[in-house]
């Protein structure tokens, strides 16, 4: 995992990515106790899009990794031996990318979602393993109920939350 957060710290350091956060299961993992998960869940703000289409490109992400010999399986790409999903962000996830906590994973600084933004993000996508670590995050960290609140008003998800 060290080398791999290493290599989305290069990405963001050539340009290829604005910035990122560490989101889905991994984040989760950061402040519940361990389950298991398999991937890696990257939420990205890309840095080239095509205006006129309103397009974001990954492409010069995928190539940059291609060219270090990674190599993709399904919907994953494998850096340093764990599949990565990047995921351009929307208006909540780049909210959640930029308020991001900053930490330290083995000595390499990287991004994870604050807690109150992976509910939020866990929420909307509604899948029932979402919902389980939403469970996790509920009962086992510290939530700022308040900054939630305000999160899931702005989006449009308190009620939603409410059927929890």
Do not use: C
């Not at 492409?59 to 340093?80: F, M, Q, T």
């Not at 609140?149 to 939603?160: P, S, V």
């Amino acid at each position: 995992m060290k080398k791999t957060i290493e290599v989305l710290n290069q990405l963001q350091k050539k340009g290829l990515i604005q910035d990122y956060a560490i989101g889905g299961g991994i984040a989760t993992i950061f402040y519940v106790e361990p389950f298991f998960t398999y991937d890696l869940d990257v939420f990205i703000i890309p840095s080239g899009t095509v205006k006129e289409q309103n397009l974001i490109l990954l492409s010069p992400i995928y190539s940059y990794l291609e060219a270090k010999g990674y190599k993709w399986k399904g919907e994953h790409i494998i850096i340093e031996g764990v599949p990565v999903q990047f995921i351009p962000a929307d208006e909540l996830e780049k909210e959640a990318v930029t308020r991001a906590k900053a930490v330290e994973y083995e000595g390499v600084k990287t991004r994870v979602m604050a807690p109150e933004y992976l509910v939020a993000v866990l929420l909307r996508t509604g899948r029932k393993k979402d919902l389980e670590k939403i469970e996790k995050l509920l009962e086992q960290t510290k939530i700022d109920k308040r900054k939630l609140g305000a999160i899931l008003r702005k989006y449009g998800l308190t009620r939603k939350f409410d059927l929890l």
